[in-house]
T-cell receptor
């Protein structure tokens, strides 16, 4: 049983489109992390969100932590092929199943 | 600075053989984690150490799996005897502060058990 549910499981879009992926749980977390993993490599930390309602921006990526600290979202603006990868959310060192994103040129 | 170093990167072995995976965490990191990743089950936490002491091994699938951390710069994950269903990518990660959730991963060890 996954403590963190991620959706969608797969997402294939064209370059330039916007997208949002979600991470939901019935548990409250003191913080959540988002990682990106590329084939043949380990996950790489993108961001940590700590405060309920917090919004963090990293260039074209916007991360939001839910008010109740049970869920989070990742929004990518004007996706590029370099954004392709597996996006994982994690809480208390446990990971969701991930969203596998493909951005086509 | 060197990241988390894992070896071997790839291992192919036959059912029943012993497998030992190795990890060197980032210097100064106090927590070390072993994960297993498969398509079916995703990234599963197997065991973690804080200051070289095993804290929670509830994720270790069976008694065939064991992990040790004899010092702050080295950890092993051993499978004996190995089975085909153990085939997966095994990741080691380290963290500066326990409970921060901010993990630094190695490149993984891809294990195939025939």
């Amino acid at each position: 049983t996954q403590l963190l549910e991620q959706s969608p499981q797969f997402l294939s879009i064209q370059e330039g489109e916007n997208l949002t992926v979600y991470c939901n749980s019935s548990s409250v977390f003191s913080s959540l992390q988002w990682y990106r993993q590329e084939p043949g490599e380990g996950p790489v930390l993108l961001v940590t969100v700590v405060t309920g309602g917090e919004v963090k921006k990293l260039k074209r990526l916007t991360f939001q932590f839910g008010d109740a600290r049970k869920d989070s979202s990742l929004h990518i603006t004007a996706a590029q092929p370099g954004d392709t990868g597996l996006y994982l959310c994690a809480g208390a060192e446990r990971f969701g199943a991930g969203t596998r994103l493909t951005v086509k040129p | 600075d060197a990241g988390v170093i894992q070896s071997p990167r790839h291992e192919v072995t036959e059912m029943g053989q012993e497998v030992t995976l190795r990890c060197k965490p980032i210097s100064g990191h106090n927590s070390l984690f072993w994960y297993r990743q498969t398509m079916m089950r995703g990234l599963e936490l197997l065991i973690y150490f804080n200051n070289n002491v095993p804290i929670d091994d509830s994720g270790m699938p069976e008694d065939r799996f064991s992990a040790k951390m004899p010092n702050a710069s080295f950890s092993t994950l051993k499978i004996q005897p190995s089975e085909p269903r153990d085939s997966a990518v095994y990741f080691c990660a380290s963290s500066l502060a326990w409970g921060s959730g901010e993990l630094f991963f190695g490149e993984g060890s891809r294990l195939t058990v025939l």
